[in-house]
């Protein structure tokens, strides 16, 4: 089985950071997203990270640790984590770790 690659873009507005990320989080791409997320956390310190994971087609348990980390290192500086469009995969992920109990996640309203 070939993996996305799995990158990161940040986008910065007011007192909000967007990580958005795509592809694949696994062992091998999940410390270098860690790296440039934590980098720019630290540097603009936003009142809000928010981490859009509607790009992300397969999590393992590193995608697990990304997230609490990132988690972790904005409670730090004192900045609220959310987590945005997780797909149906992602979520069952994040349901059984019980990601949902400590982070916010916000899902896009389909239209009916």
């Known amino acids: ?3 996305k690659t799995c990158g990161v873009t940040i986008h910065c507005k ?3 950071m967007e990580c958005v990320i795509g592809g694949d989080i696994d062992h091998h791409s999940a ?3 860690r790296m440039k997320i ?3 956390l630290y540097r603009i310190r936003p009142r809000v990270l928010m981490l859009d994971l509607s790009g992300v087609e397969f999590m393992d348990s590193s995608g697990l640790g990304l997230i609490l980390g990132r988690f972790s ?3 730090e500086i004192g900045a609220e984590c959310i987590l945005q469009n997780p797909n ?8 059984v770790a ?7 996640i916000e899902r ?3 239209n009916v």
């Open 88 to 95: 149906e995969q992602v979520t069952k992920i994040l349901d």
């Open 98 to 104: 019980g990601i949902g109990r400590l982070i916010r």
């Open 14 to 16: 007011n007192d909000r």
């Open 108 to 110: 896009k309203k389909e």
């Open 31 to 33: 410390r270098s997203i």
């Open 38 to 40: 934590d980098e720019e």
């Open 73 to 75: 290192k904005a409670s």
């Open 1 to 3: 089985m070939k993996t």
